[in-house]
């Protein structure tokens, strides 16, 4: 049974960094796009970054470039998202996601994504 457990979230002021944690169990992690995702309430989910886990690329949406990085840890089949300089635009609900294959030009689409977890809350304070 195919499982993203996120975790990591919390409340900061702005400026302020957190690290979100997805563990990945119940599928082969070397061949995936392994996705974050944000939505905020009356929002679209929204793509902020994603890896490719065979070969540890990385994508970043404009909104996070340069402030928040990807990493993982393949002997725990775990990704991380560290943000830093928070801003309060970005408080949503952060959702990990999994899609097979690579990630490419199209990994912003959430329907490309077969495997999502449950999210947990970011919450950024002016």
């Known amino acids: 049974q195919v499982q993203l457990v996120e975790s990591g979230g919390g409340s900061v002021q702005a400026g302020g960094s957190l690290r979100l944690s997805c563990a990945a169990s119940?599928?082969?992690?070397?061949?995936?796009?392994m996705g974050w995702f944000r939505q905020a309430p009356g929002k679209k989910r929204e793509g902020v970054a994603a890896?490719?886990?065979?070969?540890?690329?990385?994508y970043y949406s404009d909104s996070v470039k340069g402030r928040f990085t990807l990493s993982q840890d393949t002997a725990k089949d775990t990704l991380y998202l560290q943000m830093n300089s928070l801003k309060p635009e970005d408080t949503a609900m952060y959702y990990c996601?999994?899609?097979?294959?690579?990630?490419?030009?199209?990994?912003?689409?959430?329907?490309?994504?077969?495997?999502w977890g449950q999210g947990t809350q970011v919450t950024v304070s002016s």
């Open positions: 996601a999994a899609a097979v294959g690579g990630c490419g030009g199209s990994w912003m689409l959430t329907i490309r994504y077969n495997y």
């Open positions: 119940g599928f082969t992690y070397s061949s995936y796009c």
């Open positions: 890896a490719y886990t065979g070969d540890r690329s990385t």
